[in-house]
């Protein structure tokens, strides 16, 4: 029940295109949804989240989907930049309050080429 | 300049050995976490702090100890009773213990055990 699963393991997207991490989860009780972002040899940055109540959310080229009802939330990463290449987790906690942990994702290796 | 430093970034050790990776924060924050990172495998959680001198199992405890004894430090004890400890250690912490407090790591500790 505390598992998010993401998907896919490894992506490889051209310059300029989007870039799109899935991921799902089972757990009702999760209200909040973090993305995580990874340089090589770094420690993990919030790159942008979002609660339940939105279904989409925006920052730059960054987007969160959200879809409550499938349980599923998604980021998409516009106009990708070989900058963007990084490790991507999503994340999941819940209720608010509760004094709950995160529950990470096994991680996307995101490859912007040339 | 805020934030959490861990020492060192790489460590080797003898099977059979303790081994201690130092964490130390000065973000004044109240939580303290410990996570392992294996490729395919995301953030693991081994132990949790949400104040001084109280800590908490987090879902991969078994073989390893912590302490916190000062809020801004939270060293973890790597023992001979971990059956697999060659791993990426991340430390975080947050503002306030719960998931919905951004979590800020450190850059991590490569520990190799031959």
């Known amino acids: 029940q505390q598992q998010v699963k993401q998907s896919p393991q490894s992506l490889i997207v051209q310059k300029g295109g989007i870039s799109i991490i899935n991921c799902a989860y089972e757990?009702?009780?999760?209200?909040?949804f973090p993305w995580y972002q990874q340089f090589p040899g770094k420690g993990p940055a919030l790159l942008i989240a979002i609660r339940p109540d939105v279904s989409e959310k925006k920052e730059g080229r960054f987007t969160i989907s959200f879809n409550k009802s499938a349980k599923q939330f998604s980021l998409h990463i516009m106009d990708s930049q070989p900058g963007d290449s990084a490790t991507y987790f999503c994340?999941?906690?819940?209720?608010?309050?509760?004094?709950?942990?995160?529950?990470f994702g096994t991680g996307t290796q995101l490859k912007v080429e040339l | 300049d805020g934030g959490i430093t861990q020492s060192p970034k790489y460590l080797f050790r003898k099977e059979g050995q303790n081994v201690t990776l130092s964490c130390e924060q000065n973000l004044n924050h109240d939580a303290m976490y410990w996570y392992r990172q294996d490729p395919g495998q995301g953030l693991r959680l081994i132990y949790y702090s949400q104040i001084v001198n109280d800590f908490q199992k987090g879902d991969i405890a078994e073989g390893y100890s912590v302490s916190r004894e000062k809020k801004e430090s939270f060293p973890l004890t790597v023992t001979s009773a971990q059956k697999n400890p060659t791993a990426f250690y991340l430390c975080a912490s947050s503002l306030a213990p719960t998931g919905m407090y951004e979590q800020y790591f450190g850059p991590g500790t490569r520990l190799t055990v031959t």
């Open positions: 757990n009702t009780a999760f209200d909040y």
């Open positions: 994340a999941a906690t819940g209720p608010t309050g509760g004094g709950n942990k995160l529950t």
